[in-house]
């Protein structure tokens, strides 16, 4: 009966690791998600920077035209 009881625990103790490794394994998908998500927001911050930079060149540039 001893090793009934030995065999039950290690058992139970491969089961939870397995647990473990496949819950860390999804935490790590998600913080790959969540900074590709962060560094989406950038690239678009970048681009609307660099928009709106070229839109304010064009009309400075169009109103120096206009006045000279």
């Given amino acids: 009966?001893?090793?009934y009881?030995?065999?039950t625990s290690l058992n139970l103790d491969t089961t939870s690791k397995k647990e473990f490794?496949?819950?860390s394994m999804k935490t790590t998908n998600v913080n790959i998600?969540?900074?590709r998500v962060r560094l989406d927001k950038k690239r678009e911050i970048k681009k609307k920077i660099y928009f709106s930079l070229i839109l304010v060149s064009l009309i400075s540039t169009?109103?120096?035209y206009i006045n000279i």
């Fill in 5 to 7: 009881n030995e065999i």
């Fill in 21 to 23: 490794e496949n819950n």
């Fill in 62 to 64: 169009l109103i120096l």
């Fill in 33 to 35: 998600l969540l900074n």
């Fill in 1 to 3: 009966m001893k090793k």
